[in-house]
């Protein structure tokens, strides 16, 4: 992939970019939110759309000549309803955080309660973290796993919530490897007369293809990230019933964001059309088989994974009792220094910092779109265990690189 025109104005951003792409093909992205777009989807996102203005929504924009936008965002809505069944779907916000803050403006006055999971537990951000603006706006309390199951207690959730009675509860989460019960939590919303929030954010391809439970009709509101397991460009998607259809619209559009993205809604529209495809459920099936048994390699080596397995697409070591001197980012450094490109994660029950975590998050969908399977999972644990188990010793450093590199030249990307 080159950059000609790029070049033409800046070199150095030129090969800043062209670095990227041979960055990319060449070491292994095992960042649980990340995936390799395909061509097509590359091509929507890079596509004149970027130019247009279309504040409003298909038929009803504040600007002329915006008839192709419409095309794209019908479509874009089209395949989405299709892909997770939902009545209403709103494909402008500008990323899955975006999401979020259109369903809090939507439903939510500032001093409401939200009760989520926690960070270090798993939870995300835009979930009511202090530093973000959901802690500073709202009133907010969390839920943790459970300390000896790494599960989320569907009782304690449900016992939190009678206590202090929040105006939203919300799932879905970024570092959890397991299956969640959509219908518990609702059930806890239910019992206090609160709204729930689903995000999916890094799970939507995986709910897609039906190989994961699906919280939609059960929750009041599910979004989600468009470029993490379902591939598609980059971005935030709500999906909601038909009753909070206008409310969320208006919170998204004018509430929280200007004129939409359309070359990335553009993108979305590409990758939902892809994730139709057949092809798509094997995907996704092919992440969470790779996903298992990378856990089970993992696990085959010593390592400790939180609740034990994974029923996703990721697995998320706790490093303290196979490797108590060893940090999370200890870990991810001396991994990236042989191509394998992951992050140091909190666990449940945090003795060090967000900054300098006890595990490590390793995820599937990125390889798998590349077409790694199970033999070659099983060769990457190894790998992993090895750099982990000897960070220092340059020898099996050399040898892990070159293993990678391997892996890579066999499994090529946008080559
Ligand atoms: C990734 C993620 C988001 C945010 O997505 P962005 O597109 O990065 O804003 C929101 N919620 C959860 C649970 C996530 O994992």
């Keep these: 992939m080159e950059y000609e025109h790029v070049r033409a104005v800046d070199p150095d951003i030129a090969d800043a970019l062209e670095d990227e792409v041979t960055r990319q093909e060449e070491t292994l992205a095992m960042i649980a939110s990340e995936n390799h777009v395909s061509k097509a989807v590359l091509e929507a996102q890079s596509s004149v759309l970027t130019n247009k203005y279309a504040e409003g929504y298909p038929g009803k924009r504040y600007y002329g000549g915006c008839a192709n936008a419409d095309a794209v965002e019908e479509k874009a809505i089209e395949y989405a309803k299709e892909l997770w069944g939902a009545d209403h779907v709103n494909v402008q916000p500008h990323s899955g955080s975006s999401a979020n803050m259109g369903v809090y403006l939507a439903v939510l006055d500032p001093g409401d309660k939200i009760l989520s999971l926690d960070l270090t537990h798993g939870g995300h951000l835009s979930h009511g973290h202090p530093a973000n603006f959901t802690g500073q706006t709202y009133e907010v309390e969390q839920y943790e796993v459970d300390p000896e199951t790494g599960r989320i207690d569907y009782d304690e959730v449900r016992a939190h919530a009678e206590e202090f009675e929040p105006d939203i509860i919300v799932s879905g989460y970024s570092a959890y490897p397991r299956d969640v019960d959509w219908e518990a939590i609702q059930e806890a919303a239910d019992a206090v007369d609160a709204l729930h929030l689903a995000d999916i954010a890094h799970i939507t391809g995986l709910v897609a293809a039906g190989v994961h439970s699906s919280p939609v009709g059960v929750a009041d509101f599910v ?193």
Excluded: W
Excluded at 228 to 236: E, H
Excluded at 281 to 302: F, I, M, P, R, S
Excluded at 325 to 333: H, P, S
């Design 223 to 415: 979004t989600g990230s468009t470029h993490k397991t379902i591939r598609a460009g980059r971005g935030g998607i709500i999906m909601c019933d038909e009753e909070y259809a206008s409310d969320i619209d208006k919170a998204v559009f004018p509430g929280t964001q200007g004129g939409p993205l359309m070359h990335n809604v553009a993108g979305k529209a590409v990758g939902f059309k892809e994730a139709l495809q057949p092809e798509f459920t094997e995907y996704a099936e092919q992440t969470v088989a790779n996903a298992k048994v990378l856990g089970e390699e993992l696990a085959d080596h010593g390592f400790e994974l939180v609740s034990g397995g994974t029923d996703n697409h990721l697995v998320l070591v706790d490093l303290r009792p196979s490797h108590p001197d060893t940090t999370g980012g200890d870990a991810e450094e001396a991994l990236e220094d042989v191509g394998i490109v992951l992050n140091g994660n909190t666990v449940p029950g945090e003795t060090r910092s967000a900054f300098n975590p006890s595990g490590i998050r390793a995820g599937t969908p990125a390889l798998t779109t590349r077409g790694f399977d199970e033999e070659d999972m099983r060769v990457v644990a190894d790998c992993i265990a090895r750099v982990i188990d000897h960070p220092e010793d340059t020898d099996v450093k050399a040898d892990v690189a070159e293993t990678v590199a391997d892996l890579c030249d066999a499994n090529p990307l946008y080559r």
